[in-house]
DNA sequence: ATAAAGATGGTATAATAATTCAATAAAAGT
DNA sequence: ACTTTTATTGAATTATTATACCATCTTTAT
């Protein structure tokens, strides 16, 4: 295990993703040649197979535009997650345990927190997720399938 | 020019689009080959080549999904519907996901919302429509049959 | 009716993007 | 320390997408 959550670590990959961002909300980027490019002008020299790996671990979308030009851009869903960055200090402050059966995942919170990590989940718009209620203290995820309730429990079980 | 606004013409790259749209709503579609193979089953033969300007044409946009996949979806600023009415802009600030799953609708709102959008929806006296129930910011819709919650969704989803 | 102009879509190919494979380095476990 | 695991990345390659070019059809104008 990696965990680079080191405070004195530069994080390269971090930044760089950062950067991505700073340079689509900038400028019209059409390809990811064009991205690689202007990366490297602002210090990040990268090939276009890790713009690759990091346009899809960024979600960004390439988008057409009026006149058959296309640029990369935030998609729908990283909007809102921005919106309400507090996701992660409210899941980990609040959630107390994680588990799954069949097509379900339960979410068990300390009293009367359920409803605000619940709006977190939702925020995420995942995919494969059907509808989540939630009381006081437990939250219910129905999923399309097995499987992608097991992959939600692992990856709510990783942030927490 | 051409502007097919004919009545009786049958317009066959509209009618495609459609169905891109309602093909992509209602499935993961990974890439243009695959719409390509989709779209002949439902009777419209095209290469890869009409898809890839459909979906200039469409705005839409593919995005991965974690797991590394990747899918077609419709594009941020695709809104249809005008931002006037009482509906459209209730239903747009309030509603953050809808999703189906055989003869059920779940539509996601922001906390509290719920029973205000449930309202919207009951308004519309959708034929096909069994019943609604509206949690804090839950919304459970039943259909007759399986087919009227796909069709729900799909028109919902492009309201949104 | 014939011509001109615009639209549509296929074929072939160019352009772009995703992935496989291997190398390296940093962490974690023993 | 040393072995194992995991993360990150580039080079090369494969896969996917966009487009240049051409043919065909529809509409509009003459």
Chains 1, 2 share one sequence.
């Not at 927190?113 to 925020?123: L, N």
Request: hydrophobic share 40%; with cysteine.
């Amino acid at each position: 295990m990696k965990e680079n959550n080191t405070p004195g670590k530069s994080n390269v990959k971090e930044v760089r993703q950062k950067a991505i961002l700073d340079l689509i909300a900038s400028e019209k980027i059409a390809t990811q040649n064009d991205l690689s490019r202007r990366l490297e002008e602002s210090g990040f020299p990268v090939t276009q197979a890790t713009i690759s790996r990091d346009i899809r671990e960024l979600r960004l979308v390439k988008v057409a535009e009026a006149g058959g030009n296309y640029h990369y851009a935030v998609g729908k869903s990283e909007d809102k997650y921005q919106a309400s960055n507090k996701f992660h200090s409210i899941f980990t402050a609040s959630v107390v345990k994680i588990d799954y059966v069949n097509n379900m995942v339960v979410v068990t919170c300390y009293t009367g927190m359920a409803q605000a990590v619940c709006a977190c989940i939702d925020s995420l718009e995942w995919q494969g997720l059907v509808g989540t209620i939630a009381g006081d203290d437990t939250i219910l995820i129905i999923t399309r399938d097995d499987n992608t309730a097991k992959e939600i429990a692992t990856t709510l079980k990783s942030i927490k």
